[in-house]
């Protein structure tokens, strides 16, 4: 293990922790990028041969009666941890996403930039991932986009953790229901859509929310996310083979 460990230092990667789970090593960048992840490891499968991957550009294809979303997020935050993919903040139990009467209990939400999904070919400066999971392991991600404008108070609290973090180490944070539902708009109007996780395994059935209003981030905190992710963390845009997305 220490080899492999001095191997990915010496080769500059800051993956170690993917590195351990996985034993094959994924990234953004040269061989390890998302057009190699499903030949890295046998459980990376889905990202080559899956059909309904994330993430996508995505176009209304059906109107549908989509309900409000039930959004109970009451839980502080736990830690915040630059994991070598993202900087991903840990949330503390108690908050909930209602899907038809099925608890899904938000874990974490962390950052890509610029962000993974389009909406209707617009590609945005920041996207934030909410993951939300029941507890027999079924997926909801609400997703947020980013336009550039002013700064976004809650990702500065984030942000600020910056110079604290190393790969792989989650650090604590103080950050309350009402830091983290500043990271959602008000209009929480969305798309919903099926697909999947966007980093390897790409594992599929996943819920996906995509809020259609845009919150800001100014240029000093896109240039400051650079600050920890030499790469930008985006997987390209995968096919939609046909999936209703409903509006
Ligand atoms: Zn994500």
Not at 165 to 184: H, R
Request: proline residues 6%; hydrophobic residues 35%; aromatic residues 10%.
């Amino acid at each position: 293990m220490k080899k492999i460990t001095t191997l990915f230092l010496a080769l500059g990667l800051t993956t170690l922790l993917s590195a351990n789970e996985h034993g094959k090593h994924w990234g953004y960048m040269g061989e390890v990028d998302p057009s190699h992840w499903g030949e890295l490891n046998k459980k990376f499968n889905m990202c080559s041969q899956g059909k309904h991957q994330s993430p996508i550009n995505v176009v209304a294809t059906k109107k549908g009666e989509l309900k409000p979303l039930e959004l109970n997020y009451k839980a502080d935050a736990k830690s915040v941890i630059n994991n070598g993919h993202t900087i991903q903040v840990n949330i503390k139990d108690g908050s909930v996403f209602k899907i038809d009467g099925k608890d899904y209990k938000l874990k974490q939400f962390h950052f890509h930039v610029p962000s993974e999904n389009n909406i209707n070919g617009d590609k945005f400066p920041l996207e934030a991932h909410f993951v939300h999971a029941t507890d027999d392991g079924k997926l909801a991600v609400v997703a947020v986009m980013f336009n550039y404008g002013d700064k976004n108070p809650t990702l500065d609290k984030i942000w600020s953790q910056f110079p604290n973090l190393k790969v792989g180490e989650a650090k604590d944070i103080t950050l309350s229901a009402k830091d983290i539902k500043a990271l959602l708009p008000k209009d929480k109007k969305y798309y919903h859509f099926m697909g999947s996780l966007t980093t390897p395994p790409c594992s599929e059935g996943v819920k996906w929310f995509v809020l259609k209003s845009p919150l800001t981030v100014s240029k000093e905190q896109i240039n400051s996310f650079f600050s920890q992710f030499s790469f930008p963390n985006n997987r390209p845009i995968q096919p939609t083979n046909g999936r209703d997305i409903l509006e």
